[in-house]
């Protein structure tokens, strides 16, 4: 017993040990409900994103499901190799030790990988909201004032999904909280929308 205590708690097994105590507490809460499945995914942005640990995940071929999934299964496998490796082969020698950790990462990639590939049908790309697509939608102005300085409103996308953006205006409406506006264009560089008065505004096609 004292051995196997060793080996989970001795290189390279200790650096996946307490992850895994993470992965547990995580699906944990899942389970209970305090946390979604896709909890690692959201990036709370309008827009989706490439970057963050699922955009990673995608670069080395594991994307397509939520990153809790991969992970979970990532860190489980390489545990599993790393102990093992490391009750049965020699302790105390630093290149075996080097041997099962490279060993045990690599076997919990191909692992993950060949449990990705099944799930994706389970988990389509989900289609995000662009800021495209709110031009030339109705939003609501949800500030005191919209000048050529400063204003919000609240826009509502296709999807049922809200979204408070910055909004500008050339200086000739009064707008003011409540208002309902109508969104025409969009600066890039002050990454802004352009809005008017929707009364005043030609009906939409």
């Known amino acids: ?10 290189f390279p097994a200790v650096l996946f040990t307490f992850a895994l105590a993470v992965v547990v507490g995580y699906w944990a809460l899942v389970i209970v409900g305090g946390l979604g ?51 049965v082969l020699p302790q105390d020698n630093v290149l075996s030790d080097i041997g099962v950790f490279a060993a045990a990462l690599v076997v919990a990639w191909f692992a993950a990988k060949l449990l990705v590939r099944p799930l994706r049908r389970f988990f389509p790309d989900e289609v995000v909201a662009s800021r495209s ?16 300085q400063f204003g919000q409103a609240e826009v509502t996308a296709e999807d049922g999904s809200s979204a408070l953006v910055q909004v500008r205006q050339t200086g000739e409406y009064e707008l003011s909280a409540g208002t ?26």
Do not use: K
């Open 1 to 10: 017993m004292g051995d196997l205590v060793g080996a989970a708690f001795g």
């Open 37 to 87: 499945v896709d909890a690692l995914d959201s990036d709370g942005g309008a827009e989706a994103s490439d970057g963050g640990l699922p955009g990673a995940l995608s670069a080395i071929g594991l994307g397509g499901v939520p990153a809790s999934v991969t992970l979970s299964v990532l860190i489980a496998v390489a545990w599993f190799g790393s102990f093992t490796g490391s009750a």
């Open 133 to 148: 697509d709110f031009l030339g939608q109705v939003c609501v102005i949800r500030t005191g004032r919209v000048d050529a």
């Open 180 to 205: 309902t506006a109508l969104i025409y264009d969009y600066d890039a560089d002050g990454e802004f929308f352009f809005v008017m008065p929707f009364n005043a505004a030609h009906p939409r096609s």
